[in-house]
């Protein structure tokens, strides 16, 4: 399932596009992730899902919530919040 702006919980994100940051990205690479950035969070939340196969709404507004309250401030690039995210999906599915 593809995670939609209108399906997001936090209603304060920042919806501009960054110069280092586009909406054609294909996968996550070292460009600046911004948690607070709409777009970013999107790409994440839509790239991982890919990533692992099958993704439902729920998982999907729960991976907002882990970047949201959950990611640490060392996570500063697109590659490092994969990572950190396939990190806790792996501790909480197995």
Do not use: C
Not at 5 to 22: A, F, M, P, Q
Not at 35 to 57: A, C, D, P
Not at 62 to 67: F, K, R, S
């Amino acid at each position: 399932m593809v995670i939609l702006r209108e399906h997001l919980r936090k209603s304060d994100y920042d919806w501009e596009i960054g110069l280092n940051h586009s909406l054609q990205n294909n996968e996550p690479d070292r460009r600046i992730f911004n948690r607070f950035n709409g777009n970013q969070v999107l790409f994440m939340i839509n790239y991982f899902g890919t990533s692992v196969g099958k993704m439902t709404f729920t998982e999907g507004l729960q991976i907002e919530e882990l970047i949201s309250t959950q990611l640490p401030k060392e996570a500063k690039s697109e590659l490092s919040v994969f990572n950190w995210l396939r990190g806790v999906y792996l501790y909480f599915n197995n």
